[in-house]
């Protein structure tokens, strides 16, 4: 269960080798036992995850999950339910991609939009069923500030993720009078593996800043929040200018 600060018992991680999940986790560790489930393809950055999380005091179980292969969902969420109670589940999975090659190659898009979105309905769709048997816990799932305002230049990524935030935001509602709580967290440019070699943009955060908004949303019940905080006001500006000052702007 999560106790009086927020601070939960078990937490898993769907795209267990994400910088910010890792980030979430490590945040976690230390402030009371946990026990973490990394949920995540097997790979060497897997068994890495394992050790940093061992080291930091952390009871770790892995479970092979492939955001594409849905039909492995099912078990694979089953699987991190044997041992017990999920009181925060984070989906933090998914693909930015190169974006030029994204809207000119099927097979490039649809793996953007399989993981992205489908991946994360499916994995949304057999948590809630968990959480409502389990009668508790809270879903957080990583959107991006791209999901509220397509641009050129990251419109199909920015598609995907805008799907997924409408299904959390919606689940959210759906969840509400079972007493699960969900929230969907919206970074923007965050300094990882995934941005590496791409010019940072204005107000670019870490994944340890991204983590903890999300320890904050989890402690305070929020249902969105951005990352960082001033994003909000940035996004609710840009989505209401007019297109062709928008597609003027260096955004």
């Keep these: 269960?999560?106790?009086?600060?927020?601070?939960?018992?078990?937490?898993?991680?769907?795209?267990?080798?994400?910088?910010?999940?890792?980030?979430?986790?490590?945040?976690?560790?230390?402030?009371?036992?946990?026990?973490?489930?990394?949920?995540?393809?097997?790979?060497?950055?897997?068994?890495?995850?394992?050790?940093?999380?061992?080291?930091?005091?952390?009871?770790?179980?892995?479970?092979?999950?492939?955001?594409?292969?849905?039909?492995?969902?099912?078990?694979a969420i089953e699987q991190c339910f044997v041992g017990g109670d999920v009181d925060v589940s984070l989906v933090a999975f998914g693909l930015l991609g190169d974006q030029e090659q994204a809207w000119t190659d099927v097979s490039a898009a649809v793996a953007l939009a399989e993981t992205?979105?489908?991946?994360?309905v499916s994995v949304g769709v057999l948590l809630a069923e968990r959480l409502q048997?389990?009668?508790?816990?809270?879903?957080?799932?990583?959107?991006t500030v791209a999901a509220e305002r397509p641009r050129r230049s990251n419109f199909v990524y920015g598609s995907t993720k805008a799907g997924l935030d409408a299904f959390y935001t919606g689940l959210t509602e759906a969840l509400r009078p079972a007493g699960i709580h969900v929230a969907v967290v919206r970074p923007g440019f965050v300094r990882s593996r995934m941005t590496e070699g791409m010019d940072a943009a204005p107000l670019a955060t870490t994944p340890e800043a991204v983590a903890q908004v999300i320890l904050d949303v989890v402690r305070n019940k929020k249902e969105q929040a951005w990352a960082p905080a001033p994003l909000r006001a940035v996004m609710s500006t840009l989505r209401h200018i007019p297109r062709p000052i928008f597609r003027r702007l260096p955004v």
Aim: glycine share 8%.
């Design 1 to 75: 269960m999560i106790d009086a600060v927020g601070n939960p018992q078990t937490l898993l991680l769907l795209g267990g080798t994400s910088e910010i999940a890792l980030a979430t986790a490590a945040a976690y560790a230390g402030r009371r036992p946990l026990r973490v489930i990394l949920a995540a393809r097997p790979s060497a950055r897997r068994d890495a995850a394992e050790l940093t999380l061992r080291e930091l005091g952390a009871t770790v179980e892995s479970v092979d999950f492939d955001a594409r292969a849905t039909d492995t969902h099912p078990k």
């Design 116 to 120: 992205n979105y489908v991946g994360a």
């Design 133 to 143: 048997a389990q009668g508790h816990g809270s879903i957080v799932a990583l959107s």
